[in-house]
């Protein structure tokens, strides 16, 4: 077991040494006497790298990396922009640098839901800002209504029928010398 004297004493028991066991990413330091939880250790405590935008971007999986891409269709998920001369990078929708200031961990950052393929232009453009919500609301309906099925309707079929018995026919249609459509009488 790994002990480390800890910065300041159990309050359960006045135990000085603790031992170290990283939950959901945060080094927190337990008592060795009792087991109580006694604090969040800083990596300056416990020797592991600080948490910087390189490791995070490193955290990004080569199989993961691949899904986004294949999800993307070979197209960049912000300007739409796709072809051979297209290179496409991994991006975060909310960056990096706002998601460690919004508290989220590393998993959260990289999930592919926060993750785009990007063309290379939209990927340096954000920097280090995330992608606005008007921005992801508007794309999601650009892309509900491009998935949405095209309504064919076959010759036979009984609306085409409906359509055509339902349309205006020339003789009720009385039309002025002045090319202006007029009511037909309506009597009563």
């Known amino acids: 077991m790994n002990e480390i004297t800890m910065r300041r004493i159990c309050q359960k028991c006045s135990g000085t040494f603790g031992r170290i066991e990283t939950k959901n990413g945060q080094d927190c330091v337990y008592c060795c006497q009792c087991g109580r939880h006694c604090y969040n250790a800083p990596t300056t405590e416990t020797g592991r790298a600080a948490r910087t935008v390189t490791t995070i971007h490193n955290g990004i999986k080569p199989n993961q990396r691949m899904r986004v891409l294949q999800r993307a269709t070979a197209r960049c998920e912000i300007c739409g922009k796709a072809g051979a001369g297209v290179n496409l990078h991994v991006g975060h929708l909310m960056s990096v640098k706002a998601g460690i200031v919004a508290g989220l961990t590393e998993a959260e950052l990289n999930d ?15 920097g280090d800002e995330p992608v606005t919500l008007r921005f992801v609301i508007a794309r999601l309906l650009s892309a509900r209504v491009a ?31 002045a090319g202006s459509r007029s009511r037909p009488s309506r009597s009563g």
Do not use: F, H, I, Y
């Open 147 to 177: 998935m949405r099925p095209m309504r064919v309707t076959p010759p036979g079929s009984a609306r085409r029928r409906r359509q055509a018995t339902t349309a205006p026919s020339s003789s009720t249609q009385n039309w002025s010398s």
């Open 112 to 126: 592919d839901e926060n993750l785009a393929a990007m063309c290379e232009e939209c990927n340096s453009g954000l």
